[in-house]
Every structure is written in structure tokens, then in C-alpha cells.
């Protein structure tokens, strides 16, 4: 042992041969860990922070330019995890079709939701949720000869009027319709989820959207905590991650708020909404013998009340802003969607198109579809992890 120590380096070497030592750990376990199996191929990183210093702040055009370079398929260190980036529509449907690619990964922002959900949940309690949903949203969304669906395609419709009304005092002039747009599609989401819809100028709808868009801007920010946890301990690195953790507890405690106002306030063998469908199955789940958590019950219904609203909010919204976008940019457009409508409802008596009436618009199915195709809505997909 003597001996040993006497043949290490002593001075100013020292930091040199500790650097090379931990370089080189951490090059050997990126190595080894794949067992053997064949990887895809991928930049270099540095040690400890991988390719995250690389990425920028618009890193969704930093992947497009590395598939650009390795392919649709490709491998990059985040931190100390290997990520595998797939950018090429035909093998995403591939891959999440399959069962294998249906897990979240384990970082500091999927934690901070605790499992529950709907996005970000896994194994038993995302199929659970997920056929529970798909049940109830076949009993509200309107579709054509689905008479059940009705009442909130009525509902939709006035929320669209009201809408069109409020464009009325900028006929002529310019406008930003963004804020217009998500309060259209907040009431709808709203009227769906909760029964709750949004004046205009109204303050609490106003805060949700801006935590909302806040949110958004962070992620990015919050990247290098979320692959470095480490991060989360040192002052200023961690303003996002901090901010973004903020940010949920005052969005989830709006939607605690209307979920204890809905068991205090729900009729039996009345559905009114999302709500309603979680508290009709828990009794029924109680009446077969199935005992649930109350906190499981409550945090699992906010954080779907989250992901839908805020999901739904932002998605919509940024289509339909793409819809005018396109539609102000090709006008012949407009003209020949206003031309097919008048003909179809000339003799309607000024009532307005509803989901039966699609399969005579061919031009305007057509033209929803093109808006779908060509809106570039999300930078990035959802995270996935191999189960």
C-alpha cells in the first residue's frame, strides 16, 4: 500500500490524474451500459453534463439538425442519461404503438406530478384511466348520430357565437385573436371538464393562462435540472425548476377548489360533466368493494383536470391561430369554405353548421385536415421510457 501511494502523483499533477480518472468512469459507463446491444448512433458530450450545454435555447431546431446528421434515429447523453431521439413520423407510430414505449422517464419535472394523470401516469393506472376517459369522452364529444352528445355541441356553438360577436368592434382593424381564440376554447374545455366558463376580461381565467404560458417558456429553462438533480441545491440554477413547481401548486389548487365544490354540490344519477363521471365511478368502485385512497381519488382528478385543460388549451388554441394564419394568407380559401357553407345551409333559417352537417362540407373537412398537416402545433412530443 506504501508503495502505492508513494507512485501516485503528488503537487500540481494531482487535479490532472483526478480528472482523467473521472473521465475516464464516466466514459466507461456510458460504454458498458448499453450490454451489448446495439445503439444508435450520436454526438459526443462532456462529462457529467452530456450534450446539454449544446442544446440551446431553441433545442427542438438543435435535434432536427442532429437528425439532419445521424439520422432518424440517434442517441444523446442529457446529463447522465442516454436519450434516443426519433424524428420520423412513420417510426413514432411504430414505436408508440407498442406496449415497450409506453413508460415515462424518471426526472425531476415527472416527479414533481407524483404518478398521477394522464400523461404522465404509467403501467396499471394509465390503462385504467385511459379506458375510464375513452368511455366517458364517446358519452360528451359530439359526433355525428351520437345524440348523446348533444347538449355540449349546444353548448359549443354558443361559445363559438360569442366569440364571433366579440370580433365585431375590430371589424376593419387589426387584432391579436390568440387571447380571444383560448377563451373560446377555455369555455368549451371548461363547460366539458367542470361545468365552469370564463367572462370576458375575467381575472381567474386570465392567471391560468398566464401560468400556463409561463409554464411553457420554462420548460426550457428547466432542462438541466431535470437530467442534472443535482442542480436543484445550487443558487440560480434552479430559478425554473423552482418557478415551474410554483406554478403547478397554484394551477392544481384552482382545480381542488371546483372538485370539492362538485362532491358538495352533485345530484345523484346526474352527470354533468368530467367531474361528475369520477364521482359516479368512486361510488360505484365503493359499492363493488373497491376502496380508493380520498387522497388518491383527489390528486389523481386534479392532475386530470390539469392535463386536459392545459393540454387541450394550448393545442387547440395554436391550431386554430395557424387555421386564420392560413386562411388571411390564401383568401380564395375563404371564399370557396363560405360558399360551400351558404349552399348547404341556404335554407336553414340562419342556423349554424353543427357535427351533422360535416358529411355534406367536403371542402371544409378538407381544409381542417390541411390546417392539421401543415400546423407545426408542439416543438416536441411527450417523453417516453421502455418498460
Known amino acids: 500500500m506504501s508503495q502505492l501511494l508513494s507512485a501516485w502523483p503528488e503537487g500540481p499533477a494531482l487535479p490532472t490524474w483526478l480528472a482523467v480518472f473521472v473521465a475516464v ?9 448499453g450490454g451489448g446491444l446495439p445503439l444508435p448512433p450520436g454526438p459526443w458530450g462532456l462529462p457529467l453534463v452530456g450534450f446539454l450545454p449544446f442544446l440551446g435555447r431553441d433545442f427542438n431546431r438543435t435535434l432536427q439538425a ?52 394522464i400523461i404522465n401516469s404509467e403501467g396499471a393506472l394509465w390503462r385504467e384511466q385511459r379506458a375510464f376517459l375513452h368511455r366517458v369522452f364517446r358519452d360528451f ?56 366558463t370564463y367572462s370576458t376580461r375575467d381575472s381567474k381565467f386570465e392567471q391560468l393562462v ?26 440560480g440554477s434552479n430559478w425554473a425548476y423552482r418557478r415551474i413547481k410554483r406554478n403547478r401548486c397554484l394551477t392544481a389548487d384552482y382545480f381542488r377548489r371546483i372538485a370539492d365544490a362538485h362532491r358538495s354540490s352533485y345530484v345523484e ?5 368530467i367531474v361528475d363521471a369520477y364521482l359516479v365511478q368512486l361510488r360505484r368502485d365503493k359499492a363493488r368493494g373497491i376502496q380508493r385512497e380520498d387522497t388518491f381519488f383527489e390528486e389523481q382528478l386534479v392532475q386530470v383536470l390539469m392535463d386536459i385543460f392545459t393540454a387541450g388549451l394550448e393545442t387547440v388554441t395554436t391550431t386554430l391561430e395557424w387555421a386564420v394564419l392560413f386562411l388571411v394568407r390564401h383568401p380564395h380559401v375563404q371564399r370557396r369554405l ?15 353548421a353543427s357535427m351533422a352537417d360535416l358529411p355534406a362540407l367536403p371542402y371544409a373537412q378538407a381544409t381542417i385536415l390541411e390546417v392539421l398537416r401543415r400546423a407545426n402545433v408542439i416543438a416536441l412530443g411527450n417523453t417516453h421510457a421502455t418498460t
Do not use: C, W
Open 210 to 235: 398566464a401560468l400556463f404560458e409561463e409554464g411553457l417558456r420554462l420548460l426550457t429553462l428547466a432542462v438541466p435540472v431535470n437530467f442534472i438533480p443535482a442542480l436543484r441545491y445550487v443558487p
Open 141 to 196: 364529444v359530439p359526433r355525428h348520430g351520437r345524440p348523446g352528445s348533444v347538449a355540449l355541441e349546444q353548448k359549443m356553438q354558443v361559445h363559438i357565437g360569442e366569440f364571433l360577436s366579440s370580433l365585431g368592434p375590430f371589424e376593419g382593424s387589426s387584432l391579436h385573436v390568440r387571447r380571444s381564440l383560448a377563451r373560446a376554447v377555455g369555455n368549451i374545455l371548461g363547460s366539458f371538464l367542470m361545468s365552469v
Open 25 to 33: 468512469l464516466l466514459l466507461s459507463r456510458r460504454f458498458l451500459a
Open 66 to 117: 442532429l437528425a439532419r446528421t445521424y439520422g432518424p434515429i440517434y442517441q444523446i447523453f442529457l446529463g447522465s442519461k442516454r436519450v434516443v431521439v426519433i424524428s420520423d413520423p412513420k417510426l413514432v407510430r411504430q414505436a408508440f404503438s407498442q406496449a415497450a414505449f409506453s413508460g415515462r422517464p424518471d426526472t425531476e419535472l415527472t416527479k414533481l406530478l407524483q404518478g398521477y394523470g
Open 338 to 352: 363560405q360558399e360551400e357553407m351558404d349552399a348547404h345551409l341556404a335554407h336553414e333559417d340562419g342556423r349554424p
Open 269 to 273: 344519477g346526474t352527470v354533468r360533466d
